[in-house]
């Protein structure tokens, strides 16, 4: 198998790990926790386990209030998830394939959700006192904001320029003509 294919297949795996993570822990919260009945859990001073259905993208941003909304929703949504996977197939080195594992696992998993449900359930909710830096989120949501990080920090900051292929004894690459 080459370098590129196992890369590949790593960040397929690793997509699916992230989408079964997050899958196992809404089944979790939503059925032997029951926190939909309970909407509060207080488990550390700065982290609670609180019930949200997210009907809207990320952030609750464009509710989908109508089952037409909800269609078009996921249909974007899963256009984008498309997009993605063959984005991460036709990448090679695995720091550029790893972002994209995330996004594709957690967009996959709210996918479901929204297909089975009609909303995401969301149920981390981190606070500090009253502020909150984010609204309830999720697994998939922070694989997807993690990832879309990382390749936005590499877009900007990191810049691996390919070697310039030397011929002969050249030691530094010709210089540009206007």
Do not use: C
């Not at 063959?86 to 972002?99: F, G, H, K, Q, S």
């Not at 390919?162 to 011929?167: D, V």
């Amino acid at each position: 198998m080459s370098p590129a294919l196992r890369n590949r297949v790593l960040g397929l795996a690793l997509a699916g790990v992230i989408y079964a993570a997050d899958q196992y822990i809404k089944w979790f919260v939503k059925g032997p926790m029951r926190l939909w009945e309970r909407q509060t859990i207080e488990l550390l001073p700065f982290f609670d386990l609180t019930w949200a259905e997210n009907r809207g993208i990320s952030l609750g941003l464009f509710s989908a209030n109508s089952t037409e909304a909800m269609w078009i929703l996921l249909i974007v949504t899963g256009i984008v998830a498309l997009m993605v996977t063959i984005w991460l197939l036709r990448e090679r080195r695995l720091a550029d394939i790893v972002p994209l594992a995330l996004v594709l696992g957690g967009a996959l998993g709210n996918i479901r959700d929204r297909f089975h449900l009609g909303y995401v359930i969301d149920y981390a909710d981190l606070h500090f006192g009253s502020f909150r830096p984010f609204l309830i989120f999720n697994l998939a949501d922070a694989a997807i904001s993690i990832g879309v990080a990382i390749i936005l920090v590499r877009a900007l900051f990191i810049r691996e320029k390919p070697p310039y292929p030397h011929s002969g004894g050249e030691a530094d690459p010709p210089a540009e003509r206007s």
